[in-house]
C-alpha cells in the first residue's frame, strides 16, 4: 500500500505541474492575442491623431514678435463693475466699465447685445473680433474658421462698424477690410491671453450667451 501511495502521489504531483504549466501557457496565449488584437487599434489611433496633430501644429499662428502693423492702442481705461448701460469710447469697444458677469467665448450668429458682457469677456482675455452684417458668406465662413477651437475667441456680425472687419482685445484694435488679411490670425495668437489682460487665466465660459458652436 505504501507503494501505490507514493506512486499515486507523485503522478498527482506531475499532474499538478503539468496543470500550472499549462496555465502559464494559456495565459501567454491570452496575453498574445490581446497585443495583437490591440496593435490594429494603436496603429490606427497613430495614423488618425498623429497627422491631426501635426496639421494642428503647423497651422499655429505664431506670436508676433514686434508690433502689428495697423493696431491701435488704448490707456486709462476702466474697468468697474456696473448695473446699468455704458457709453463707450470705441465702437466696438476695447474695455471699460461692464457688468459682474461676462459673454461666453465662441461664435454668435446674431450680434452679441447688451455688449457689457462681451467688455468683462475682454478682461478675461478674449478677442473679440465683428464682421459688418453685409459681409460675405465666404468672408464670414473665413471669419468662423480662424475663430473655431480657439476657447478665448469670440465672432459676432455688428453695426455700424469702421471697417468690415474689427477685431479686439483689452485695450487693443485693429481693423481689416477682408477676412484674408494675415494680420487677423496674428492678432488673434498675440492677444488671446496676452500681456494686455487684466485677468488672465479667468474664464470666458459660464456667463451669459449661447455660441452657435
Excluded at 21 to 48: F, H, N, S, Y
Excluded at 50 to 78: C, K
Excluded at 132 to 148: F, H, I, N, Q, W
Amino acid at each position: 500500500m505504501g507503494r501505490k501511495n507514493v506512486a499515486s502521489s507523485d503522478r498527482a504531483a506531475r499532474v499538478a505541474a503539468m496543470q500550472a504549466e499549462q496555465a502559464r501557457k494559456d495565459r501567454r496565449w491570452r496575453i498574445g492575442i490581446a497585443a495583437a488584437a490591440a496593435l490594429p487599434v494603436v496603429a490606427l489611433v497613430v495614423a488618425l491623431v498623429l497627422p491631426l496633430a501635426m496639421g494642428m501644429r503647423s497651422n499655429e499662428t505664431p506670436v508676433a514678435s514686434g508690433p502689428i502693423e495697423g493696431v491701435q492702442t488704448f490707456s486709462g481705461l476702466t474697468a468697474n463693475h456696473v448695473s446699468t448701460a455704458v457709453q463707450y469710447a470705441q465702437h466696438p469697444p476695447v474695455g471699460g466699465d461692464h457688468t459682474g458677469y461676462w459673454q461666453n467665448c465662441g461664435i454668435y450668429d446674431e450680434p452679441i447685445d447688451p455688449i457689457e458682457p462681451a467688455v468683462h469677456s475682454l478682461e478675461h482675455g478674449a478677442v473679440w473680433i465683428t464682421y459688418d452684417p453685409a459681409l460675405s458668406a465666404d468672408e464670414v465662413g473665413t471669419l468662423r474658421a480662424l475663430a473655431r477651437s480657439k476657447p478665448y475667441a469670440m465672432l459676432s456680425p455688428m453695426e455700424g462698424l469702421p471697417a468690415p472687419i474689427v477685431a479686439s482685445a483689452w485695450g487693443l484694435q485693429i481693423t481689416a477690410e477682408s477676412a484674408a488679411d494675415e494680420r487677423l490670425p496674428s492678432f488673434l495668437a498675440t492677444y488671446m491671453q496676452g500681456p494686455q489682460t487684466p485677468e488672465r487665466g479667468a474664464s470666458c465660459f459660464g456667463g451669459v450667451g449661447t455660441p452657435s458652436r
